[in-house]
Structures are given as structure tokens and as C-alpha cells.
């Protein structure tokens, strides 16, 4: 019993000591936004010196940082959207329709597992440029809205759904996509918002796609305009970290709101994706 | 009659699961399977997009090997993807496993050890850049144990280890929680018959632990070296491949290629070799998988 209370003891100290050198960058982050000089080197974390919220409204100033922060909540958004409806769809037709095609689709939609966005973002380029879509909220948004680990996610909770229920709205007269968004999607909410995080966190912290395909300042998302921001006024150093506690604000609140849910849907990423 | 009611029942549903299918259809073709063929097409070419492109054969391929810029950003990548693995898989097991430890306050830990994965890629290389700066907080450490300052971003042999490092940080937070998953799979009453069968720590871990951990380790080890072959943005931001090309790895030279000197053959001949590497991954993850289930 002793000796447990020692491994214990040891255990708590080393998962301490991780939790600190994690949390080191993000607080040094915090506290260094608000230091009024310029160079924050040569102080310790909390060694005094004035601070303010000067940096926060000096960047603000610099770049447009609302636009950017509107811009990466409506491509967020737009992207959620797109990607509960297109994989709900694609979720209930493999899990509860038999037809001939079916598995193929499911074959060739896991074989989008193997396709990263790095590798083809040349000939995806030359596609969205094509097509006129650079520099549109179309650009930004569709090539990245099909996301086979939403569908597998819908899939697999569908097929929990009982029959019964869904032949019992066909007798009723109901249509399919009434079955779909009336009958269904109340029934799986957390699987809808599981989806729902993992899409939103994937378009919030995208930043190869934007990068690619705009480059008016107009339609950049936030990440697009942090960078921009470090490369033209990369040594006011104090600001570039106000900067960089907008961007990791919006994602800290919604991680606070929807801890549970984040968690699901990182684990379902990595073992789908 | 009922015959022909359950034929028409049929081609309904049949008609139906096509509909539903048809959206993603058209977008996986379309931003997916298209661009990896049309990918293949052009890096038969050569291409600089204000001009057509034009047939050159293999020749992008064949000047691979002549390429020290593609070999030396191969064995970059390489390098970083190996050096920053290792060492995350094993921490990331062994935090994990604490984890499993503690019953007061897990879901706490865990959310704390969880934030490096919510802040946004370019919050963290902003911050990791000052970090490294040769007056920053990295170097006033090394100075606390009385050791020299590095110049960490603008040598080119620190550079490569600075990224790694960094990526240390950043990714053992996310392998955490896979590992985590994984241990609370373990149904309990494992361990309580082990505990009855007298088995001490280590027999538990290298006889019951670590065998049912098998598929988790394998599938962490296949995504931790696809996420890092995958990796750009730390790169892009914080050295933009430099100094001297040292943290150059093939994503970015990928980008650079194409988008700052429009040699989008090349660059496609460069992106199909990243691509390859990636299906060969994924085909040892679905062949190992399939030797778990047998």
C-alpha cells in the first residue's frame, strides 16, 4: 500500500511537470500581449514592467483582423453546414439503402483517406483557378467540404437507428429527406455535433488551402492574416503575440464550451483519418 | 400485387441511396480523385501556367535523382518525421498511462494536456518562434544551467532541430488522448484477473498491456508519420524553409515550386513522390490491421 502511494506521488509530480511545459508557451504567450515594450526578452515570465492592452489595439489598427476573424467564421460555418448535409446524405444512404452501387462508393470514399490535401493541391489549384474560383468563398470552402470521416462518423450512427422508426415515417408519407432531417437527425445530435467540431476545427485552423487560393487581403481567413501580420511586422514582437492570442481566443472559448466533444471527435479522427 | 409492391419498394430505396450518395460523389470526384489523376497528367509536363503545358515524357521524373534541392528536402523530411516520432510516441504512451493511473480529476488533466492540439497552428509557431529567439526564453534557460546560448532559427544546424522540438511539444498533447482511448478500451476485469494470478507491474504491462495496445500503437506510429510528412504551416511561418534550406521539407518545396517559380510539372513530379510515400504507409497500416484481425 505504501509503495502505491509513492508511485502515485511520482506520477502526479511527472504529469505536473508535462502540464507545466505545456502550459509555459501559452501563458508566456498571454503575458506577453500586454507588455507595453516592444521586446519582451530579457524578463522573466512575470518580472514586472507596465502593461496594457496597447498591443491589442495597435494590431487592430495594423490589419483588420475583425474582417479576418469574420471571414474564418463564416468559411467555418458555410463549411459546417455543407458537411453535415452532404455527409448525413452519404451517411444514411450507405447505412440503411442497399443498392448495387453502394459499396463501391463506400470503397472509393475510404480511398480519399490516402489523398492529403498536400499532395494534390497543385492540380487542385489549376482546378478552383479554372473554374474562376480563386479569391471566392467557394474556393475557400468546397474542395475541402468532402470529409470521409464525417460520413463514417453518420454512417455508423445511423445504422443505430431502428428501422421501425424509419419505415414507420415512409407509411406516414413523410419524404426521404424529411426521414433524414426530421426523423433522423433529432436522434443523433451528439454524432451531429460531433461532426459539427471536427469540421469547424478543420476549416478554423486550415491555413494551406487559404493560402493557396487567396490572396486579397479582403478574403483572407485569421490564420492567413496572422501570418501576413508576422511577416510585415515580424519584430514587434509584444504585438505579434496579441495577435496570436486572437486567433487561439474563438477556440479556447468553444474548447471550454464543447470539451467533451472536441476530445470525440479528435479521437474519431485519428482513428478514421 | 404484393410482388410488384416490393419491387417498386425497391427501386425506390434503390433510387433514393443513389440520390443521397450523389453530393459527395460529385464532390469527391471532383476535389479528390480528379486532382491526383490530373496530378499524374501534369507531372508528365512542363508547366508554368501563362503558357500551355507541354508533353516532356518521364524527364521530371529522371531528373530526380540530379535534383540536390528535392534530394536534400527528402532527407529532410525524413530526418524530422523520424526524430520527432520517436520520441513523441513514447511520451505520449507514458503520459497516457499515467493518466490511466489517476482516478481524481482525470478529465481535467486530460483537457489541460489536450490544449496544444485547440490553438490554432499559426498562434503556435508565432509563439515558438519567439521562444527560439536568441534573447528568448529557450536561450534564458540554457543560461540558468549555465550553458551557451544557440542561435536556434538562424543556423542551419540548429534550425532542422528547433522544428523538431517544437513539434515535440505540439504533437505528443494530440497522441496523448489517441493512447488514452486506447488504455480505457482495456476492459478492467483483465487486470483484476491478473491482479488475482499474482502478476506485479511489470508482467501486467509486457503480458496484458502491451499486446492489447498492439493496434493502438500501430495506428498511432502510421498517423504521427503521416501527419509528419504532411507538415507545413510550422515551417512556412517560422523559417520559410531556411537558413540555408535546412528546414526546406517537401511540402514546402512543394509550395515553393509551384507557386513561387511555376514549375507546377516539377512540383506535381515532387507532390506524386510525397503522395506515394503516404499510400505506402497506408497500405502497411490496412496490412498489419489485417494481420491483428486474423
Known amino acids: ?273 | 400485387m404484393k410482388t410488384s409492391n416490393k419491387v417498386l419498394y425497391n427501386q425506390y430505396i434503390a433510387r433514393w441511396g443513389l440520390y443521397f450518395m450523389l453530393p459527395s460523389i460529385a464532390l469527391l470526384f471532383l476535389f479528390q480523385l480528379f486532382p491526383i489523376v490530373y496530378s499524374l497528367f501534369i507531372s508528365f509536363h512542363e508547366y508554368d501556367i501563362l503558357s500551355p503545358p507541354k508533353f516532356i515524357g518521364l524527364k521530371n521524373f529522371l531528373s530526380l535523382k540530379n535534383d540536390p534541392l528535392f534530394i536534400s528536402s527528402v532527407s529532410i523530411t525524413i530526418t524530422y518525421v523520424f526524430y520527432t516520432i520517436v520520441p513523441v510516441i513514447g511520451l505520449s504512451f507514458f503520459i497516457a498511462w499515467s493518466l490511466t493511473k489517476i482516478r481524481n480529476g482525470r478529465g481535467v488533466w486530460r483537457s489541460l494536456i489536450f490544449i496544444p492540439t485547440i490553438l490554432p497552428l499559426v498562434s503556435v509557431a508565432l509563439v515558438w518562434q519567439l521562444l527560439f529567439n536568441f534573447r528568448g526564453p529557450i536561450n534564458e534557460g540554457l543560461a540558468f544551467f549555465e550553458l551557451e546560448p544557440i542561435s536556434w532559427l538562424a543556423n542551419s544546424n540548429y534550425a532542422p532541430w528547433s522544428m523538431i522540438i517544437m513539434s515535440w511539444w505540439h504533437a505528443t498533447s494530440y497522441y496523448t488522448i489517441i493512447f488514452l482511448a486506447g488504455f480505457l478500451s482495456i476492459p478492467r476485469s483483465y487486470y483484476e484477473a491478473a491482479r488475482v494470478e499474482g502478476a506485479n507491474g511489470f508482467e501486467v504491462l509486457r503480458y496484458i498491456t502491451l499486446p492489447l495496445m498492439k493496434p493502438t500503437i500501430t495506428l498511432v506510429i502510421v498517423l504521427s508519420s503521416i501527419n509528419g510528412l504532411k507538415t507545413f504551416a510550422f515551417q512556412q511561418i517560422i523559417t520559410d524553409g531556411g537558413p540555408a534550406d535546412s528546414t526546406l521539407i517537401l511540402t514546402l518545396l512543394i509550395f515553393k515550386t509551384s507557386f513561387s517559380y511555376l514549375k507546377m510539372g516539377l512540383a506535381s513530379t515532387y507532390s506524386i513522390i510525397l503522395f506515394s510515400g503516404i499510400l505506402i504507409i497506408s497500405l502497411i497500416q490496412i496490412w498489419l490491421l489485417k494481420d491483428n484481425n486474423a
Open chain 1, 1 to 273: 500500500m505504501h509503495k502505491l502511494n509513492i508511485q502515485k506521488i511520482i506520477i502526479y509530480i511527472f504529469l505536473l511537470f508535462i502540464v507545466i511545459l505545456t502550459f509555459y508557451p501559452v501563458v508566456w504567450m498571454f503575458v506577453t500581449s500586454f507588455r507595453l515594450e516592444s521586446s519582451p526578452f530579457g524578463k522573466s515570465l512575470f518580472e514586472s514592467g507596465s502593461f496594457g492592452i496597447k498591443n491589442y489595439i495597435n494590431s487592430l489598427n495594423a490589419r483588420p483582423f475583425l474582417l479576418y476573424l469574420f471571414n474564418s467564421t463564416f468559411v467555418a460555418l458555410v463549411s459546417v453546414i455543407i458537411t453535415i448535409f452532404v455527409g448525413a446524405c452519404a451517411g444514411y444512404s450507405l447505412a440503411k439503402f442497399k443498392y448495387r452501387l453502394s459499396n463501391f462508393f463506400w470503397i472509393i470514399s475510404l480511398s480519399s483517406i490516402m489523398i492529403p490535401l498536400e499532395a494534390i493541391v497543385i492540380p487542385l489549384y489549376l482546378e478552383i483557378n479554372a473554374f474562376g474560383w480563386t479569391n471566392t468563398y467557394a474556393g475557400l470552402i468546397l474542395p475541402t467540404a468532402f470529409n470521409v470521416v464525417a460520413i463514417f462518423i453518420f454512417r455508423q450512427s445511423i445504422k443505430e437507428v431502428p428501422d421501425e422508426l424509419i419505415e414507420a415515417s415512409r407509411i406516414d408519407g413523410a419524404s426521404e429527406l424529411r426521414i433524414l432531417f426530421s426523423v433522423i437527425m433529432p436522434v443523433i445530435i451528439p454524432t451531429v455535433i460531433v461532426v459539427a467540431v471536427l469540421t469547424f476545427t478543420l476549416s478554423w485552423n486550415s491555413y494551406l488551402w487559404p493560402l493557396v487560393v487567396v490572396s486579397d487581403d479582403e478574403l483572407r481567413t485569421l490564420p492567413l492574416g496572422m501570418a501576413s501580420y508576422q511577416k510585415s511586422y515580424g519584430t514587434r514582437y509584444t504585438e505579434l503575440m496579441a495577435v496570436s492570442v486572437y486567433g487561439a481566443i474563438p477556440t479556447l472559448l468553444f474548447f471550454i464550451a464543447l470539451q467533451r466533444y472536441f476530445i470525440e471527435s479528435a479521437i474519431t479522427t485519428g482513428i478514421k483519418g
